[in-house]
C-alpha cells in the first residue's frame, strides 16, 4: 500500500464549478501538508502549505487537513480555464521538518470554458 | 513565491554526451536542495538530497557516479548526468528548501532528450 494515495482522475468540469482533490495517507507522523499545482512541461508550484489539522483559505482556495481520518482536501472555487492542471498533494513528518516530501500520484483537472 | 530558476529547459543530445543542469534560488539561501526526476504522468521521483557544503544523499537505486550533484553555494546547485544514455531521457525537477519547517520550491524542470 503507497504511503498517500491520491484520486488519480483525470477530473473534467465545467468553469465556474467547484472542485474538490483529495488525498488520504498512512503515516500518522505527517504533520506537514502541501498542494502543489503543475502546468504541463513545468516544475510543481506551491499552493497551500498547512501544518497539522485544520482548514486554510487562501482566495479560490482551500485546503483542509483532517488528521483523525487522514485525509487532506483541496478545494477549488469559482474554477477557471487557467486552474487546468496536474494537482499533487504532499506531505512530511516532524522528524524531517519539510523535507523529504511524500507525494501523491498526481489529479489531473480540466476546467471547460 | 519563491523564485527558482532552473536552465536549461530542454537538452536533446547524443548518447554518451554529459549534461549539466544548473539551479539558482534568486531571492532566497536554501539550506537544503533536492533533485527530482519525473515521467510522464507520474509523480516526483526524489533522486538525491543536499546540503550547501556536504555531499549530496542519494536515494536508493540512484547512481551517485552517474548523477553527480553539486551544491556550491546556499544559492546554487548542479546536476551533471555523465555519459547519458537514452534510458536517462526523464523530466529533471530542482527544488530549495529555505530551511527547517519551510515548504519546497521547485524550478520549472529540465527536459532530457539522449538519442
Known amino acids: 500500500q503507497k504511503e498517500v494515495e491520491q484520486d488519480p482522475g483525470p477530473l473534467s468540469v465545467p468553469e465556474g464549478a467547484i472542485v474538490s482533490l483529495n488525498c488520504t495517507y498512512s503515516?500518522?507522523?505527517?504533520?506537514?501538508f502541501m498542494w502543489y499545482r503543475q502546468y504541463s512541461r513545468k516544475g510543481p508550484e506551491l499552493l497551500m502549505y498547512?501544518?497539522?489539522?485544520g482548514n486554510k483559505e487562501d482566495g479560490r482556495f482551500t485546503a483542509q487537513v483532517d488528521k483523525s481520518s487522514k485525509y487532506i482536501s483541496l478545494f477549488i472555487r469559482d474554477s477557471q480555464p487557467s486552474d487546468s492542471a496536474t494537482y499533487l498533494c504532499?506531505?512530511?513528518?516532524?522528524?524531517?521538518?519539510?523535507?523529504?516530501?511524500?507525494f501523491g500520484e498526481g489529479t489531473q483537472l480540466t476546467v471547460n470554458p | 513565491g519563491a523564485v527558482v530558476s532552473q536552465h536549461p529547459s530542454r537538452v536533446i543530445c547524443k548518447s554518451g554526451t554529459s549534461v549539466k543542469i544548473e539551479c539558482r534560488s534568486l531571492?532566497?539561501?536554501?539550506?537544503?536542495m533536492f533533485w527530482y526526476r519525473q515521467f510522464p504522468k507520474q509523480s516526483l521521483m526524489l533522486m538525491a538530497t543536499?546540503?550547501?557544503?556536504?555531499?549530496?544523499?542519494?536515494e536508493q537505486g540512484v547512481e551517485k557516479d552517474k548523477f553527480l550533484i553539486n551544491h556550491a553555494s546556499l544559492t546554487l546547485s548542479t546536476l551533471t548526468v555523465t555519459s547519458a544514455h537514452p534510458e536517462d531521457s526523464s523530466f529533471y525537477i530542482c527544488?530549495?528548501?529555505?530551511?527547517?519547517?519551510?515548504?519546497?520550491?521547485f524550478g520549472d524542470g529540465t527536459r532530457l532528450s539522449i538519442l
Open positions: 504532499a506531505m512530511s513528518d516532524e522528524n524531517t521538518s519539510g523535507s523529504r516530501l511524500t
Open positions: 503515516n500518522s507522523a505527517f504533520q506537514y
Open positions: 498547512t501544518y497539522s489539522s
Open positions: 531571492d532566497f539561501q536554501a539550506t537544503t
Open positions: 543536499s546540503n550547501e557544503g556536504s555531499k549530496a544523499t542519494y
Open positions: 527544488s530549495f528548501q529555505k530551511g527547517g519547517n519551510q515548504p519546497q520550491h
